[in-house]
Structure formats: C-alpha cells, structure tokens
C-alpha cells in the first residue's frame, strides 16, 4: 500500500460548499480506480449523482443513518472494507456525513471518540476519509472535529488543523472526568465466588421487567459475562454489579477495586480475528451494547454497559420485588 | 432420536429391571458405550455376562488388568454355529439364559448383560428372529431386581420398520454417559457425525470441563469434521468461543469446527460479533 492514510474534515455551509469539495474527492478517487462510498443523505445522493453524472456508476451511495447506527459496528464494517480494499491493492475512498443530529450527549462523545480512534484504526489501510460537517450543527460538533481530523478541506486545499490531537491523547481526555454516581435505588448484587449463571439470571430477571428486546437481553448477557469474568480474572474484590434504568436506557455496571495499567487494551480497535490467542473480548462487549463507558485508576475500575430500550411510558416498579 | 416412546438414559443410570437397547453407529460408539457398562460393573463387583462372537474377544472397558476370577463370563456365539455354517438363536439364548441363572444362584448384587445382536439379522428372516431373541431377553430380564441388559445393534443395518420394532420391545435407549454433567451443562460425545452436544449454558465456570472434553473428541478422531450440536445450548460466552476458535485453527487443515443446530439467541451473538472474528468456525444444520 503505497497511498498514505488521510482523515480530513470538510466543514460547510451551504449544499454548493459540500458540492466543491466532495467532487474532487470523489472523482480522484474514481480515476484512481479506488473502491468510492459517498455515505450521506438521500438529498445529497440526488445532487452528487447529478453532478457526477456517468462517473456515478463509479460510487456506491449509502445512507448515513444506516451507516452511522452503531460507534463499534460502523468502525468494525468500515475497517473490514479499508483492509480488505489495501488487499486486493485497491484504496477505501469514502465521503461521509455521519449522523450528528437527534443524538444524546454521550452518543455524540462516543461518535467523536470515533473519530479520533479512525486516526488510529486506519492508519496501516491508506484509506482516504473526508467527512463533512454541517456548520449548522451544535458548535462544539464542528470544533471537536478539528481535534479528531488531522487535515481540514478548504477549498481544493487540505490545512493541518492545528488544535488536532493524538488519538489515545484525545480517548484520555474523553474519560477523564468521573461518571455521575448511580442513583440510590439501582439493584445491587455483590458478587463473591459467583457462578456465573447466577448473575445472568438476576439480570434477566431485572431486564425482563423492562421493555428490552430478547435479542438486546441476549447481547447484554454476554456482555455482562465478559465483564464479570474479567473483574474476577484481573480485578480486587469486592466485585458489584449493579443495575438501574435511565430514560431510554438499561444501564449496568461493574465495579471492583483493581487498577487497569493498559490504556489502549480498552477494546477501541478491533483486534486481529482469532486464530491464536485472540482476544477480543472488550471489543465484542462494545459491539453488543448501545455504550461502554469505563473508568480506571487508584479508586478502582468501573466498566459501565448501556442498552438502549424502547421508550417506558411509565416508571416500572423494578427494584420492588 | 430412534424413538420417542423409550425413555433415553446414559449408560451409568441404567438400574435392575432396564433391558435397553444401543443402535450403535460404529465400533468407536459401541466401545465407548459399552465399556463403561462393562467397566463399572467389575468396579462395582456386578456379574458381568457379554455375548461374544469368540471367547477371545477383546471385551471393551477392561483397560488391559483381568476382572477378578468368576466376575466376567463372555459367553461365545461360535458354540452355536450349526453344520450348515448358520447360528441356532435358540442355543446362543439358552446358553444366555443358563448364564444369568447361574448368577442368580451367586451372591451378585446385580448381574449386568449385554450382546451385540446385529449377527441375528444374518440369519434367514433376520428381523422375526431378532424380535424373537430380544422377547426372550425382556421375559428373562424385566421381571427380575438384578438384571440390567443392554441389546446391541448396528444402527445402519436397520430399516425403519426395524427401529420401530426395536423400540417397542425396549424400554429404554442407551446414551454415552456425558464427558461433565451439572445443574447447569452437561457435555455428551456425539458419534455421529463425531463431535460433543452441548446443553444448558456455558461460561468461565465451565471452560476447564469443555477443554477436556474437545481434547478428548480430538485425541478420538481421525481428522474429519467435528460437530457441535448446540440445539439445547441456552447460553455461551466470548471465552468459550474463542476457545472452538482456537481449536479450529490448531486443526486448520483438517476438517472445520461444525457448529449445529445453533439456537437463534447465539446466532445472534455471533453475527453481532462477526464470524470473521472467529475463522474456522462454519455454520451447520439449521
């Protein structure tokens, strides 16, 4: 792979500035015989098809919504694409528009620590990433792109954005604030020398109790499991796995008192498939929860797993039993 | 599997009064099975009576050390050949018959009775004559309080019609025991295809005992495909996974890790997580 990786961030006011800058792109792209995704809104697809005309045939058009869903599958999808592209000798060329608006506030931390984690994860594929940014969404959206984009488009011109950040630099800083405490009446098991089924069983009884899909239960059980088996692995007691629920959100977390000294074993880039020792467990518990948030230092560890559950109409009696 | 009306049971719970049957799928299954019946009956100090082809025939479950004098009797099938070259049923069961009475008359707390009776199916109007032998072991061994027998059968020499017939004049089928059984999973080696089934859930509590038990699949195969039949598996965790991937991998080259009958809540494990991540692994009956 011959290319250089390149991350940049085209901001824009209006459809033409988007317009000026995606073409070029996408028509290098074209020409260069690289595999072209233009991933973004119906609107924009109807105006780079016209644009481009004959060479559209050339780009394959995705929807952003569908693309961006999920932090851990859109990186583990599009880093599948990027590698298997630097194999057959090819180059991922892909302009995107992910999806800011109608996100929560710890979503759109999750999505920024993707973009700063891309810089990382993509860095050996030589993939080409320009991603626009709306300067109509939130402020702090645009400005925290140019601390995960190493470059950013003006005009024909990529700038290297002076206030860019190292990937695992930006991460730290993501999680360096403590997580707001659980509220007092979350369900609290203290785990001791704990067979394993027996935890599954206490959180399917509480996730039972919630409008949270049996396939979602499924995902979270092995996530929990994970957790747990890793706690007891690695971790110091006491082990306690507590669980609540928050608007639109089943959230349950594990605490014990050991003290991760990796910070990149944090399970942000996908490993390599199995095939030795492969593991590739906090990974998978990322690809099966909605977000993992984890705090690690001398107070102990705390890994935190959210579901998100279709809306509760009214609070259920969960912790009555 | 052979029937829904006989009561399935691994071969270590069979009690007094069982007369099962064993629709073995080669001679590895047929071994495994029987061997432990035989095994834990001289364990035990149990009479043992095996019906066998000669009276030198290797008995399954005997690990090379003789059984204590007057526990083991093998009662030979030669001793029944007629002039014309055929076998008398009807010798080869009395000879039987004459055996479990004479242990009656010991001091054995149980006797314990198994015979390969696929050579019946040899004679003219095989099946007539097997159904005729197996009613004589049922009349001789129902009844009593101190006679288990298990009737052994190749399995691909059977017709539809025949397993039928078989299972309505048993009471029971003989399984393998299982590799591990607790409150929670329990691991059972499978013959064919070659493989283990998996039921209840299985995590870090339990990989120990999955390790051992793929290891002793492997150590028994001749490098086809191994079969995991997960059909009554509820729950597996990433350990446990990456652990069948990593068994594929150490036997890439030879044939994959099947995975069978796989509950819809795992599948939709794995293709959350990616069956990439997991290479060596295939997807088999649905």
Known sequence: ?321 | METLSSVRRPVRELRPGDHAWLAYSGEDEQRYVVGSFVRDGLDASHKVIYLAGSDDVDVPGMNGTPPRSGLLTVVPLEEARRPDGGFDPGTVLEALACEIAGAEGGDFGTIRVTADMTWTLDLPDGLTQLLRCERHIEQAVCPSTRVTAICQIDRRRLTADARTALAASHSTVVTPNPEFADSVLQIVRTFEPVGLSLLGELDASRHMVLDQALNTVLTASRGEEIHLDLAGLGFIDLGALNMLADVAARRSGTGPLVLDSMPVQLRTIMETVGWHMLPGLRLGTV
């Open chain 1, 1 to 321: 792979m011959s290319q250089a990786f390149s991350h940049r961030v085209l901001p824009y006011d209006r459809a033409d500035d988007l317009l000026d800058g995606a073409l070029p792109f996408l028509r290098e792209g074209i020409e260069g015989g690289d595999r072209v995704l233009a991933v973004t809104t119906l609107a924009m697809h109807m105006l780079l098809r016209d644009k481009l005309g004959a060479d559209a045939a050339g780009v394959e058009f995705f929807e952003s919504d569908k693309w961006y869903a999920h932090p851990a599958r859109y990186l583990a999808d599009t880093l599948a694409l990027a590698e298997t592209a630097a194999w057959q000798k090819r180059r991922l060329r892909v302009l995107g528009e992910p999806a800011w608006a109608r996100r929560g506030e710890l979503e759109l931390l999750e999505w920024q620590r993707v973009e700063a984690i891309t810089n990382a994860a993509f860095a050996e594929t030589g993939a080409a990433l320009l991603c626009a940014y709306s300067r109509s969404l939130p402020a702090g959206v645009v400005a925290a792109s140019r601390q995960t984009h190493p470059e950013t488009m003006r005009g024909q011109v990529a700038l290297s954005n002076p206030g860019y950040q190292e990937p695992w630099t930006y991460n730290a800083r993501l999680d360096s604030g403590p997580l707001p405490p659980p509220p007092d009446d979350s369900l609290d098991l203290d785990i001791q020398v704990a067979d394993l089924y027996w935890i599954r069983a206490y959180v399917t009884d509480f996730a039972r109790r919630t409008p949270l899909p049996e396939d979602d239960l499924q995902r979270l059980l092995v996530a929990v499991t994970e957790v747990v088996t890793n706690a007891l692995r690695h971790g110091q007691p006491p082990i306690t796995l507590r669980l609540w629920l928050e608007p639109g959100e089943l959230v349950c977390e594990v605490t014990d008192h050991g003290h991760w000294t990796d910070r990149t074993g944090f399970g942000l880039i996908p490993p390599k498939p199995a095939g030795g020792a492969g593991r590739f467990g906090l990974w998978a518990v990322r690809l099966l929860c909605s977000i993992v948030q984890i705090r690690t230092g001398r107070d102990g560890t705390t890994v935190r797993l959210r579901l998100q559950i279709p809306a509760v109409p009214v609070p259920l009696p969960v912790n009555s039993a």
